[in-house]
């Protein structure tokens, strides 16, 4: 399996396939990208039109009647959601109730394991515990229904004080393409098993390791504040954004890049070759198989590898930006002039780093997470994939 700065890109395509959802929104997810792309042809193995999808609630703080799954998301450009049979329906703005948001809960079995059946699409499961999600059906910027996504890292979001989480997924005729995301926060620890031409599973959490991020962040300066009761950690990036986390905290590190980079050149390896890049006239020019530039990037630009860092779907920008933005989040672009870097032991050794993403990555057991949107660079994030898909069970681990 290829990283992702050797292959398509496709989050771009995806938030702009969500539409209404992500517009719509109190705030634009930073969706972790894996899952949701392009991720093979037509000519590759065709999987089933259904995919079993088994709900295991081991999660020791909350019985099966307090847990609500919601299957979210798009199928051939509209939104959708999947009823309790397994039914695709689209989103429709009848279906706010009384309180003005929709019911689109899907109950577990009253004990044991919950049995359902995932149709072809696009979207996220959540996991709601102890109270339901608040979906809104709205109208978008095109007048199509669309779906406004819960937001646990905007304070004035209706879904705010509820304890829940979520996993990715693309499922089409070229497979099972999943994984748990940390982008925009933790709050319950989940983990994937994919069966089919293998068995996999991602995103566990060792035994504990909730309480580990919870504790590890709170005496982390400058992070303490992302950490909100015992429901959630709120990504740094959307921490900036709520006031929570310093506007600057990277440019230090930033400006010591731009300054050791204007005296040597940084090469940067992906599938279209090797692309050498030094800092003139204060942008960082690349030269290569394709030739472009990048202005220099803000604190926010890091946190969400977008803004300067923007990654396009290009086969040759926008896998370099993937790389520099994880070579910013994981603090290895000083510590060597050559890049990628897949050594995970030297990820995160300076003080200015991104500590959420250190810490997600420590309290996984196997050591991926998606603690970033570019995660993915050298294959260390929380994603799996399977061409001929059996079956997919989504497991609540405890907490």
């Known amino acids: 399996m290829a990283s992702r700065h050797q292959r398509p890109l496709g989050r771009r395509k995806f938030l702009a396939a969500l539409g209404g959802a992500a517009v719509a929104a109190p705030a634009i997810a930073a969706i972790a990208p894996h899952a949701l792309a392009d991720t093979a042809s037509k000519n590759e193995t065709s999987a089933a039109q259904s995919l ?74 959540y996991v709601a515990l102890g109270q339901k999600l608040k979906f809104k059906a709205v109208v978008d910027g095109n007048g199509n229904p669309a779906l406004q996504y819960p937001a646990g890292w905007v304070s004035s979001d209706p879904n705010y004080r509820v304890l829940h989480d979520c996993v990715e997924f693309t499922f089409n005729s070229a497979g ?23 068995n996999q599973t991602t995103g566990a959490v060792r035994s504990g390791g909730r309480a580990a991020a919870f504790n590890a962040l709170r005496q982390t300066e400058g992070f303490s504040r992302l950490v909100l009761d015992d429901l959630r950690v709120i990504a740094p990036g959307h921490g900036l954004d709520a006031g929570l986390f310093a506007q600057d905290y990277f440019a230090p590190y930033i400006d010591e890049v731009w300054g050791t980079y204007t005296g040597r050149d940084l090469r940067v390896t992906t599938n ?51 790389v520099l933005g994880a070579g910013f989040n994981r603090s290895t672009l000083l510590s060597s002039a050559t ?36 995660d993915d660079v050298a294959d260390f994030a929380s994603y799996i994939e399977d061409n001929a898909p059996a079956e997919i069970r989504l497991t609540l681990t405890p907490f």
């Open 176 to 198: 099972m393409f999943c994984n748990t995301t940390m982008v925009d926060m933790f709050s319950v620890p989940l983990s994937i098993r994919l069966t089919g031409a293998r």
């Open 272 to 322: 279209a070759g090797t692309f050498t890049g030094r800092v003139r006239g204060g942008r960082f020019s690349f030269d290569g198989p394709a030739s472009f530039a990048f202005d220099k990037p803000s604190t926010r630009d890091v946190l969400f590898c977008h803004g300067a860092l923007a990654a396009p779907n290009d086969g040759t920008r926008g896998p370099v930006a993937a």
């Open 52 to 125: 079993p999808l088994t709900i295991v609630n081991n999660s020791g703080a909350f019985n099966n009647t307090s847990v609500h799954v919601y299957i979210v998301g798009n199928q051939d450009g509209r939104q959708v959601r999947v009823t309790p049979d397994g039914r695709l329906a689209p989103i429709s703005l009848s279906d706010n109730g009384g309180d003005g948001f929709t019911d689109y809960a899907i109950p577990l079995a009253s004990s044991g394991e919950t049995r359902l059946s995932l149709p072809q699409m696009s979207g996220r499961i």
């Open 339 to 374: 890049q990628p870097t897949t050594d995970a032991a030297s990820f995160y050794r300076t003080p200015i780093t991104n500590h959420y993403a250190k810490v997600m990555h420590s309290v996984t057991d196997n050591g991926r997470a998606y603690g970033f949107a570019f």
